[in-house]
């Protein structure tokens, strides 16, 4: 079964509340087990990796029926059913969800406050029967979908661009990362003439201590880098008593060509498009910041009162 949205957890939350004092963590076994999860699912983490998804699933949960008055904190990071809640459970309903919760004044208060900000905003649907998902998961679907797009984009100018800006960019992105030491120095190595099936050389630290061998073959997205041009690469190295290689591609690598590097003596990274795309975007390689988005947290150690 998959992880239940917020507003089925809902109910299940109300009950376990009506039994005392709770905290997020000591339900979430039990409605783990209530709905049949797998170890992998109670795992499963947000896109972010910060927190568990039932987990944030459950604080939205209990944090909408709070606002409804159904639940109330007697202490620090704890909930309990309230008054008002223990009725609506007497009631036994089928299910709990935002619609339910609109009946409740201080919800619709809240709903409709014009003092509601952004990460709440973004939890309240015009429709809420169809709101599954919580604020965070919104939010990094959003970004995920910004993230995607931009990959593609990047990877389109690249194409339409020179292969001598395709080496340019490949050495901004190393230097960026930390090798090679300047651009300067990045660029005198990569930019020598290819070796065989190697581009150019790249100092792996500031001492050059270590090099590592660059191969780039800007390909279209629809093509494939198969086994025998990594092939030809790996015996550059083997050439040059080189052990470490990063070959970098707009396009994609075979299922063979990756299953090659694994069993080399040589250590051999594969830079597909998207990873490409991605490092890029970590490492603000053509890209800048656009706009910025803070979201704070209740301090809970803030209003702890010894």
Do not use: C
């Not at 797009?149 to 080496?167: G, H, K, T, V």
């Amino acid at each position: 079964m998959t992880i239940p949205d917020y507003q089925t957890l809902m109910l299940p939350v109300l009950r376990l509340a009506a039994e005392g004092e709770k905290r997020v963590v000591d339900v979430l076994d039990r409605i783990a087990d209530e709905f049949g999860l797998t170890p992998e699912e109670r795992e499963e983490l947000l896109p972010s990796g910060r927190q568990r998804v039932l987990h944030n699933r459950i604080h939205w949960a209990k944090f909408y029926m709070s606002k409804a008055g159904l639940l109330a904190s007697p202490g620090r990071g704890r909930f309990i059913a309230t008054d008002t809640g223990s009725a609506l459970l007497a009631t036994k309903p089928e299910r709990i969800d935002v619609s339910a919760l609109m009946q409740y004044a201080p919800f619709r208060e809240f709903y409709r406050s014009e003092g509601v900000n952004a990460e709440q905003q973004l939890s309240l649907p015009s429709q809420p029967k169809t709101a599954a998902e919580t604020p965070e998961e919104q939010i990094e679907a959003a970004f995920q979908s910004i993230q995607s797009a931009l990959r593609a984009e990047l990877l389109e100018r690249i194409a339409q661009n020179s292969p001598e800006f395709f080496e340019q960019l490949i050495v901004d992105l190393l230097v960026a990362m930390g090798y090679g030491g300047s651009h300067q120095n990045a660029a005198t190595q990569l930019g020598r003439s290819g070796d065989g099936g190697v581009d150019g050389v790249i100092n792996e630290d500031r001492l050059g201590l270590d090099r590592v061998y660059v191969q780039a073959k800007r390909y279209g997205t629809t093509s494939t880098v198969g086994r025998p041009d990594v092939q030809v690469f790996v015996g550059s190295l083997v050439g040059l008593g080189a052990t470490k290689g990063v070959f970098v591609t707009t396009s994609t690598f075979s299922p063979q060509a990756r299953d090659f590097v694994k069993h080399l003596s040589q250590r051999v990274i594969l830079i597909d498009g998207v990873r490409l795309s991605d490092l890029m975007i970590e490492y603000g390689v053509g890209v800048r910041v656009s706009r910025t988005f803070e979201f704070k947290r209740l301090d809970e150690d803030f209003f702890a009162e010894e």
